[in-house]
């Protein structure tokens, strides 16, 4: 049980496109969910915490107007990558809150290639 | 900043016991410790969490000091498939420290 959904599961875009990157909690309602960043060989990095229906909490130094965070619902997060540019290439991963004894949820993440 | 620390990197022989620490001195009273992985290029998996009693299930066991400031992960019988990066995290704060790389040796 308690599982994330995330995709695509890979993407490659064009420099100056934006990207949408979707979360879904499948069997349960997920209240806050969490975006992270990972590049390689290093740790998760918080960029932001939403939470259903409201605006997002950046962390500090993540522009909030590039990582546009939409938590519309209670089983669905998007964080789109505005106006992406190659130093935006990452690894992003999603994670919801399950309220269950898993705690914390992570999704499969989602490798995004700026060219 | 995270709220844990933990050593960079472990080794472990397959098939022998796994102990990986953990400081969270600053934990508080209410707030649980979780342990997750993360093998390459994958989400984080959940392992186990626990508040202040030790815990057991078929992953791993978890002890956890009494004053709460440290803890350890058991894998009791390590093998290949074990190998990856080991994540304590205080989900009240949900920073991930760096995390200790476990690598798993025949």
């Known amino acids: 049980g308690a599982v994330v959904s995330q995709h695509p599961s890979w993407v490659i875009c064009k420099s100056g496109t934006s990207v949408k990157i979707e979360c879904r909690s499948l069997?349960?309602?997920?209240?806050?969910m969490f975006w992270y960043r990972q590049f390689p060989k290093q740790s998760l990095m918080l960029m932001a915490t939403?939470?259903?229906?409201?605006?997002?909490?950046?962390e500090q130094g993540v522009e909030k107007d590039k990582f546009l965070i939409n938590h519309a619902s209670l089983t669905l997060s998007t964080l789109t990558v505005t106006s992406a540019h190659p130093e935006d290439s990452s690894f992003y991963i999603c994670?919801?809150?399950?309220?269950?004894?898993?705690?914390?949820?992570f999704g499969s993440g989602t490798r995004l290639t700026v060219v | 900043d995270a709220k844990t620390t933990q050593p960079p990197s472990m080794d472990c022989a397959e098939g022998r016991a796994a102990n990986l620490p953990c400081n969270h001195s600053t934990i508080s009273g209410n707030e649980y410790v979780y342990w997750y992985r993360q093998i390459h290029s994958q989400g984080p998996q959940y392992i186990i969490h626990g508040l202040k009693n030790n815990e057991t299930n078929e992953m791993a066991s978890l002890i956890i000091t009494e004053d709460r400031k440290s803890s350890t992960l058991i894998l009791p019988h390590a093998t290949l498939r074990d190998t990856a990066v080991y994540y304590c995290?205080?989900?009240?704060?949900?920073?991930f420290g760096a995390g200790t790389r476990l690598t798993v040796k025949p």
């Open positions: 939403s939470n259903e229906g409201s605006k997002a909490t950046y």
């Open positions: 995290i205080v989900p009240d704060d949900m920073r």
């Open positions: 069997d349960f309602q997920a209240t806050t």
């Open positions: 994670s919801a809150q399950t309220g269950r004894g898993y705690g914390y949820t």
